[in-house]
């Protein structure tokens, strides 16, 4: 775990083209009061210590995951990232998702103006402006990329074979209540299937906001601050943490999921409700959690988040184990070794779902855009 810094937000957010090392735990932490700009220089220029940075290993063949003794699921990752060279789509995505970060970063101690797409579902002028950011960005470096944000929808040419799907402030509910667990969460699709991921999470909480990235591309491994990070080894489920969500609609799939909650409450050691997904992911990404899932997300909410966790060595599937894609209706994703233990109660469940004629087919791609699904 990279170690805490308490600094003031009275300062513009400013991030290093540099990762920032997590310092090894034998290290001693300190609490060190900075700016803004200081914060965000490289961790060991900073601090006077030299790591190596780790090296991105860029392959573009996907393949079975690799789990012993465990059922092999295919993997959602792109095969191929096409023309684009791995290294630059991870650079942009990483340079938008921190583009996001410092206007959100900007308005996080600051009065919030709200308004409503639902009855509790709330966005946010930084929500809109965040995603405003980002997309400059994009389209700076790639012009003629097609582009799905949750705030402005498609933008762009749709026979591209490239789909930016841009969450510029997941958790808004959590941003606007000041409650730590929200990120800013961009990542790029090849023909349907992501090629490259970036999520910025904001940890800490008032007065003490800090940020930490995660990073991936498809057959090149996870990162967090520029660290390598793999889910956890936990292969029993009383032994576990798990996270799951809840959407705005208190519909079948909101109850059907309450059942599974208390369900996993009683035989797990607990289940979390955070209440930002992108941020949910990258927990198991990192091994301090298990497995999450969740009905109802869209494409902006997963395109990031299933790949960082399956290069940190998870899997993904929907909830009824079938394969999944970020167009589906459901998510389920786990370190692995977990994975057939939890769709044992999670899949029936989803089937009986289905069985109503709850609609579980895919909920949006745009059309003309061309997929490998």
Known sequence: MGRSLV?????ALRFSQKPRS?????????????NSRQQLQHGSQ?????????????????????????????????QSVGPIPASQLIEVVEKAAKTGAEVVMDAVNQPRKITYKG??????DTDKKSEAAILEVVKKNFGDHLILGEEGGIIGDTSSDYLWCIDPLDGTTNFAHGYPSFAV?????FRGKPAAAAVVEFVGGPMCWNTRIFSAGAGGGA??????????????????????????????PWATNMELFKEFTDVSRGVRRLGAAAVDMCHVALGIVEAYWEYRLKPWDMAAGVLIVEEAGGVVTCMDGGIFCVFDRSVLVSNGVLHAKLLERIAPATEKLKSKEINFSLWYKPENYRTEL
């Open 185 to 189: 969460s961009v990542g790029v699709l």
């Open 223 to 252: 990162f967090c601050n520029g660290q390598k990070i793999h889910v956890s080894q936990t292969d029993k489920v009383e032994r576990s943490l798990l996270v799951t969500g809840f959407g705005y609609e208190h519909d079948d």
């Open 119 to 124: 009855l509790t579902d709330l966005v946010t």
């Open 22 to 34: 997590i310092l090894p735990p034998s290290l001693p932490s300190h609490s060190i009061s900075l």
């Open 46 to 78: 900073r601090f006077g210590l030299s790591f190596s940075k780790p090296t991105r290993t860029l392959c573009t063949k996907a393949v079975l995951s690799e789990i012993p003794n465990q059922k092999q699921y295919v993997k959602v990752g792109a």
């Open 7 to 11: 600094f003031s937000t009275n300062f």
